[in-house]
């Protein structure tokens, strides 16, 4: 940053195109305020406030029918919603194979359910796990593959599947980014085992914080259910260790009304995303995801790769004009979970292990993408990444 | 029941007393609707609708300043509260000595963490682990000891601290039901290295859902701040395996309104209290807590203890007599935790161990009791204790 300050040629550039009021990397789409104080009236007049209340009804089987997923379970957040997976499959011990690009919370479940991760290198295309470098890593100690849908990018869940049938093994899915991603005409969300999903507000699709766990089967939506309520099966039956895991009515009135405004902020995203390919296209060194045949995107984050060899500066200078500019992009995902002084010591955190990962996660900027993100901002954001070198 | 309805004498009681509207066991004081829809205001105008916003920040100062607490971290309830507090202890494996008389959660989080409950029998008068039971369940595998302040009475804090001390154990307070209480002028949650409070809807005091943490230094604090977000340090640092225990904006609001009406709602039940007490104090088999010197209670609950030789009717009769009369009254705490079936194959779960426990919880009944609850119901609901037999 330093070296950029007092660099004549970025200081020019950052004076130029510095915005008084800061872009952030996401905001969320907000209902509206006057139907959110209506159903705040029905809370009030009814005081219930949490526990499967009407709202809570109302948005799991809403919810369910958008996303055409038959067995669903609102939580309060997706982190609860990926560690209380585990349980459900009574994963509590040995390992589950994984990937190091990604947010800390597909980790860390692991490790509340005394897991050990073994992190395996991800696709250069999709930047998800690669399902060839899967099976070396299996030992008689696997319990599962956890896959993440990076950026709503499909996993290869076919190729997932099929080594999961070999070997005997669960498959979880951090769908955390994937609202709404299809395969063809079925939702992401009805391959593997169990598909967790979030609603935190800086997703796509947010109900204030929330998540949801989407299963296979009824018997195993219900033992979800318990294992998110606390074990509670009847007024004087508890059937296991469960946990609180349970979504508000505050959370689920919210989330209810973005269900009428998610396809709107899809689309604005699309356009936006479409903009942002067109004017990168041609950028020495900078590579934008293009969609994948047979599948329907989400448009949830726009990450870029900057090639610093080809581009002529690193992802990290570009970041810090960036943020010099008032524009705040993202490196997600950097540093690699593999790399947390937590997990660093483990066998298959070894960067040789980890090469593409590694040089995704140095290279990746996400940059700022929402609905109401202004096509002004984005031009500007593209003329910086054009002109900086 | 079936006995109870083809009882003449149930029968016309029940034809008499049954109320048109169902009364609960409990409900929650709301604040002003109008003042929680400035709030509202505030969050659409900056879309903040969580990770540390004003609402949070303001909350947690005021709640701390009110409790009278140092060291306080805001939860988005009060059993990932407690699941953290043994994460920060490190406890995560072998033995915790607690109470089978409470809430699943105290007991669940143990297993959570990968530890075994050790089940204490619990104090005939103030129904919290008896610490004179403590000492002979110590083992080389005891990490702490967790007591629950069962109704807000406070445990015999001085004397499990006492034991703690001589055998190096932490103890951890499930505070769940102790907001506001005392011991002199100090808060019940300065006691024990941890207390974990629950802010749930059913509570006296309550953010919807929602929980905090208490702890006795601010390098503690730091650390619970970090377990509750991921482990996030930083922009780019992860320094351990956190979760997602946040609360959000939604929450602080409520809480912080909430914190102006909490007064109000302790004395209204405390009134209700003292008539409860009055007009149920020459029942035969009938027995009501009492205030303790010394300690500032908080009137959350209002258990009776029902002596069926005594009394001539079980607690489970008079609970089906209150139900068909329209009034919900709750088994809290029945069955005892220790009778779940996940843990009662531990030797510590032995019926003959937990004599006590055993007694009050086939025993104990809370009747309905909060601030809205009109003395008319009350003089109904005593009527019907005292007609019974």
Not at 93 to 107: C, D, K, L, Q, R
Request: glycine share 6%; charged share 20%; with cysteine.
């Amino acid at each position: 940053m330093d070296n950029l300050l007092t660099n004549g040629r970025y200081r020019e550039l950052i004076r130029h195109y510095r915005l008084d009021e800061p872009i952030y990397v996401t905001r969320p789409r907000m209902p509206s305020l006057e139907a959110y104080g209506d159903c705040l009236k029905h809370i009030w007049d009814t005081k219930w406030l949490t526990n499967n209340g009407l709202y809570h009804r109302e948005f799991e089987k809403k919810l369910s029918r958008y996303l055409g997923v038959e067995h669903l379970n609102l939580f309060v957040n997706g982190t609860i919603a990926l560690l209380v997976a585990l349980q459900a499959l009574r994963i509590n011990s040995g390992e589950v194979i994984t990937t190091p690009f990604t947010f800390p919370a597909s980790t860390h479940v692991l490790h509340w359910n005394r897991v050990r991760p073994v992190f395996c290198d991800i696709d250069p295309k999709t930047y998800n796990i690669d399902p060839n470098k899967i099976e070396k890593l299996i030992t008689p100690d696997t319990k599962a593959i956890l896959g993440v849908h990076v950026y709503g990018t499909p996993c290869d869940v076919e190729a997932i599947q099929t080594l999961a049938n070999r070997h005997g093994l669960h498959v979880i899915y951090d769908a955390a980014h994937a609202f709404g991603v299809k395969i063809g005409d079925r939702s992401i969300l009805e391959y593997g085992d169990l598909s967790a999903m979030s609603f935190h507000a800086t997703k796509l699709f947010t109900s204030i914080e929330g998540g949801a766990l989407v299963s296979r089967t009824k018997v195993q939506a219900e033992r979800i259910y318990y294992l998110k309520n606390f074990g509670i099966a009847g007024e004087e039956t508890v059937i296991g260790p469960g946990i609180n895991g349970k979504m508000n009515e505050f959370q689920a009135a919210f989330g209810l009304l973005e269900l009428d405004i998610v396809d709107q902020e899809m689309r604005a995203r699309r356009e936006r995303t479409l903009l942002y390919r067109e004017r990168l296209a041609d950028v020495p060194g900078i590579t934008v995801m293009q969609d994948m045949p047979n599948v329907t995107h989400n448009y949830g984050y726009f990450p870029i790769l900057v090639d610093p060899a080809k581009y002529g500066c690193s992802r990290d200078e570009l970041h810090d004009v960036f943020r010099a500019c008032n524009i705040i992009t993202r490196k997600y995902f950097y540093p690699l979970c593999s790399t947390y002084p937590c997990y660093s010591i483990l066998p298959s955190a070894h960067k040789q292990n980890l090469e593409i990962a590694e040089r995704i996660s140095l290279q990746v900027l996400c940059l700022p993408l929402y609905g109401d993100l202004s096509r002004d901002t984005i031009e500007v954001i593209c003329h910086i990444v054009r002109n900086l070198t």
